[in-house]
């Protein structure tokens, strides 16, 4: 099956459930049995539950992994994986403009537990080998393209150097979703996705969704939910699923209308520079070609000529179909000023080595017409010259 028929009809067999054509919302924490040591596929939701396995199923055929595993939120998720394969003394690298939240959670957890956190521009993979040449590495954490200056590692050059020093790779792939990329087939070993984001697709879930290549890293990953309980509930899953249904149509009309709002950006007079791999001004413009040839997702960032919060706080108050909030990935077109919100965990001298200036604006692009967030963003843009 093709990725748009795999998103409809994976891992649901309505025979199995009354013949109801879509999944049952499953909202049970338990399954009765008949009798002591019954085997029942079923016993209690923190286990597993027949909606959560119903979503779990589809990402992991849409991943093409072995097992996914879905969590009550992103984060929930990327600390279950962490927990699972790190331990303390152990060495993980992770991609230095990585998530801000990721970033908080190793710096203000995981360093503390003894977990040696190395940070590196693996937009260059000799860095890698560098840092492999001197230190044994347990696990490598890409994101790509990253939040929120959609810069891109080659995924599967940096797998083999990773995977040949004997570590595990992970990668955050929100913001491409299994429509614009599919690591593990790249050579990674763990995806990770915040479903609250494209999988989701209409802002009304939390969820995080982690998929694994073989079934030795489902297990241990498994117990880690099972132990700790951070499971997505089987309501959220159903949404999410539904979500899925139309993710190929949806990524296709973030990619459209992104592409020609970032074109149009370059020339407004407010812009002093913009970001986006769909762009032959983009840096890793060459590689996002290569690896993301169905396109390049909905996030467009910006640098305002006028680098201030004012400027930014300006351009946020003038539109009114593009709201300002703090995520991305749904239907609606949103703004982040992420210098106070996705990053304001992070010190302001790292964020400005991370680029991250008081005058960066990431829009979420979404599946309006064109025509009306353009006018929307340039109008808004014209109150800063
Ligand atoms: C790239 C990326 N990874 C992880 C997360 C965390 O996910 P959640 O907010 O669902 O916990 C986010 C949230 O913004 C994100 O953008």
Known sequence: MEFSTKAIHSSYDCDEHNRALMPPIYQNSMFAMHGIGEQTPYRYSRLSNPTRQVLEDTVADLEQGVAAFAFSSGMAGIDAVWRTFLKPGDTVVAVSDIYGGA?????????????????????????LDDILAKQTVKLVWLETP???LLRLVDIKTLAEKAKAAGALVGIDNTFATPYLQQPLTLGCDIVFHSATKYLCGHSDVLMGVVVV????????????????????????????LRGIKTLALRMQAHCRNALEIAKRLESHPAIERVFYPGLPSHEHHELAKAQMPKGIG????VYLKNDSKAAADSVIQNMNIVKMAASLGGVESLVNHCYSQSHSGVPHDVKMQMGIKEGLLRFSIGVEDVEDIWQDISTALNSTL
């Not at 503390?112 to 000799?126: E, H, M, Q, R, T």
């Not at 498994?222 to 999410?240: E, R």
């Open 103 to 127: 970033y908080d959670l190793l710096v203000d957890v995981y360093a503390k537990w003894g977990i040696n956190v190395v940070f590196a521009d693996l937009s260059n993979p000799a860095n």
């Open 146 to 148: 990253s939040n929120p």
């Open 213 to 240: 290549k073989t079934p030795e890293l489902a297990k241990p990953l498994h117990n880690m939910m099972v132990n700790t309980g951070a499971i997505a509930g089987p309501m959220d899953c159903w949404l999410v």
């Open 298 to 301: 909905g996030v467009v960032t």
